[in-house]
């Protein structure tokens, strides 16, 4: 079964992330969404510039939905020092 993804664009202190959301993965109350940069550079949510995340449809819906929801995850994130992958 196809599911239906939506596709938002962000742009959070001048990086362009791209956020793929599914209100009902798997036809239930749990959703799915994807942040991902375009050039897959790490920010503060992600260090491969790439998160996937499942959680329940109302947590986003109650954030003001999927933008919202990204842009207060990222900034909760953010200590303002840069985003390096881990050597480790």
């Known amino acids: 079964m196809a599911e239906e993804y939506e596709e938002l664009q962000i742009d959070w202190r001048g990086q ?8 009902q993965w798997l036809g239930g109350d749990t959703a799915h969404l994807e942040i991902v940069t375009a050039d897959r550079s790490p ?3 992600s260090e491969t510039g790439y998160r996937s995340h499942f959680c329940p449809r109302e947590l986003v819906e109650d954030a003001g939905g999927p933008v919202a ?11 303002g020092k840069p985003v390096q992958l881990s050597l480790i």
């Not at 929801?69 to 200590?79: I, P, S």
């Open 69 to 79: 929801f990204v842009m207060a995850w990222l900034e909760t994130k953010d200590d």
């Open 43 to 45: 920010h503060p949510i």
């Open 16 to 23: 362009e992330i791209t956020a793929r959301w599914c209100p």
